[in-house]
């Protein structure tokens, strides 16, 4: 082609030179290139992971099943899972450390000393990379801040971003990646958003996004830099991840949390688990095989998943053990041969360093509690049920004075609660009158519960108190009289089953107002664990599949409540949950 030199044409010329040059740039590095990664080698790892351990530093007593008998054992603490996992690391082909999240909420230990225990004990392990949980915002940028900056880690969150105006702003990572046998490889971190966002307490200096679109950019992105395999770190729970996997291409690994999920067969000691499988292998959008895991809670378990790529970066094998951390001093002969024949249970010691620190903060926790932490004027009495003159110093006629007090700290404590609801027996005492020490609420409160939030419709609350009412009344437990907060209701005990509750009203919070309950509206319920798990006839609740675990400890939800006011005094009767009883 013959071109006529002239000014015009050398700038088209270099216009279209330039233009080419973009469209080849584009092209290596938003797929042309991608498509076929440039080979390394075979390489194998293992990945040793836990998640979701919630602040929960010692080994708690459980009741296991062997054989048909109960064998009570203490299980898992912070300084077993210490000691697993030195011990994988030192005996594993390049170790790969990932905690997924929830690090924090959940005991004493975090409502007294925040994550400042939590921490410590971390760091006397190394890890790879820690993913933000939903519950790590409970308290907060500034506190989360604190917790982070305390952490020898990378800390990852690829779709949340926190702008200058956070205390986060420089904490956080999209992701990370590490060498091992001098190949590469991408930890990605993702946390669960709408939870995070409307079920914890993020400022609104915190930006929050779709996790499956984050995942897919930064892969892509970090293909085009030659990386070939990919490790998701996920606090996105376990039926998120499989459709995670199945939506994305290059995701090779998904250790995974939020979702507390038991993996494995644990039948040989009465646990029954989500999936047997450990870990659970699916198909990718491009059909290569992705392998997920995630480490069940509180401590409990460490998991230890072996993986093997291929030269281009594919898993060709994974595979592996959920590892529960059993007490090394037990005696009992069952559970010992138990133990023998099932790799996955396994005897633990505890580190001697982690339990001279937990040792100290033990002493620390016991001085706390004799704190006080409020004032109480006159004695607020609890009868389970209204006239009832054996439970409690005097006959109250709408009941329990204390526990619509004690629904009302999870009503105020729950972000978004229509109302709250607390059985009669949950409630040990009535509250003494003069100083309140947090020791004087857990002996009122003595109870290992959290706070559980349902979505329920206004039928399913009808039928909620019904069966409650009828363990009352036709079953003789008084433990399962009904009180609650934003909500009231008539009473009426000489009826039958299903005709005892009537004239339900729900407190309109903007105008505060009760209103006639909608029946075809959906409302956000708060409760205690205990009767969220259907215990003392609230059958109800265990069939709802709509619900969410807030970790907030009961007890201390109320001790909130009375250091938010000068003197505690019984709610008003226009506010009480019993409008009247026959």
């Known amino acids: 082609m013959f071109i006529k030199k002239n000014k015009s044409t050398e700038g088209d010329i270099l216009k279209m030179i330039n233009k080419m040059s973009l469209i080849l740039c584009v092209a290596i590095f938003t797929g042309c290139a991608t498509k076929d990664l440039p080979a390394s080698k075979p390489f194998k790892t293992t990945i040793i992971h836990i998640n979701d351990h919630h602040s929960h530093i010692d080994g708690e007593k459980m009741s296991l099943k062997i054989n048909n008998k109960a064998v009570d054992v203490y299980i898992g603490g912070f300084a077993r899972v210490i000691s697993k996992i030195k011990e994988l690391q030192s005996n594993s082909v390049n170790p790969v450390t990932l905690h997924a999240g929830d690090a924090l909420q959940g005991t004493m230990y975090y409502t007294i000393f925040k994550g400042e225990l939590d921490a410590k004990l971390m760091n006397l392990i190394t890890w790879d990379a820690f993913e933000l949980g939903n519950h790590e915002f409970d308290d907060g940028d500034e506190e989360l801040h604190k917790f982070l900056k305390s952490l020898d880690t990378s800390i990852l969150a690829s779709n949340i971003k926190a702008n200058q105006k956070s205390p986060l702003y420089n904490d956080l990572k999209p992701y990370k990646i590490i060498t091992k046998d001098n190949q590469k ?6 946390d669960v958003a709408y939870k995070t966002k409307y079920s914890s307490r ?5 930006e929050f996004f779709d996790e499956i679109q984050s995942v897919n950019k930064h892969i892509q992105e970090l293909k085009a830099e030659g990386i070939n395999k990919f490790i998701v770190l996920s606090h996105f729970g376990f039926e998120n991840d499989i ?11 998904i250790i995974g949390g939020d979702s507390h999920t038991l993996m494995g067969d644990f039948d040989m000691v009465g646990l029954k688990s989500t999936t047997n499988d450990y870990p659970k292998i699916v198909k990718s959008k491009d059909n290569k095989k992705v392998c997920i895991a995630q480490a069940w809670q509180y401590s409990y378990l460490v998991g230890s998943l072996d993986v093997e790529f291929d030269k281009y970066g594919d898993v060709t094998k994974c595979s592996g053990e959920p590892i529960l951390l059993v007490d090394s001093n037990t005696q009992n002969r069952n559970l010992l041969d138990t133990v023998k024949s099932n790799s996955q249970l396994q005897l633990v010691d505890e580190d001697k360093k982690a339990l001279e620190i937990i040792k100290g903060y033990k002493s620390k926790l016991d001085k706390k509690q004799k704190e006080i932490v409020g004032f109480n004027k006159e004695y607020i009495g609890h ?28 009503y105020m404590k729950s972000k978004k609660a229509s109302f709250a609801i607390q059985n009669a027996g949950g409630v040990r005492s009535g509250l003494k009158s003069g100083n309140i020490t947090i020791e004087d609420v857990y002996k009122l409160l003595p109870f290992s519960n959290t706070l559980i939030e349902f979505n329920m419709s206004g039928k399913e609350v009808k039928e909620l108190l019904e069966d409650a009412f009828s363990s009352t009344f036709d079953k003789s437990s008084s433990g399962a009289f009904v009180y609650g907060y934003g909500i009231r209701y008539d009473v009426d005990s000489k009826q039958s089953k299903g005709n005892r509750v009537s004239n339900i009203e729900v407190l309109n919070k903007t105008i505060d107002k009760f209103e006639p309950m909608d029946f075809d509206k959906k409302y956000i319920v708060v409760t205690n664990s205990y009767i969220a798990d259907g215990k003392d006839g609230y059958e109800k609740f265990a069939a709802i599949k709509d619900k969410t675990d807030t970790y907030y400890d009961y007890a201390m939800s109320f001790v909130d409540l009375i250091k938010s006011r000068p003197n505690i005094v019984p709610v008003k ?4 949950p019993i409008k009247s009883f026959k």
């Open 383 to 410: 009868n389970r049920i209204p006239l009832d003159k054996s439970d409690g110093v005097c006959s109250l006629k709408y009941g329990s004075e204390i526990a619509p007090l004690i629904a009302k700290s999870f």
């Open 243 to 253: 459709k995670l996997a199945s939506q994305i291409e290059g995701v090779d690994v």
């Open 573 to 576: 009767q226009a506010y009480r």
């Open 185 to 190: 490889i991408a930890i990605i971190g993702i």
């Open 202 to 206: 993020p400022s609104k200096n915190v």
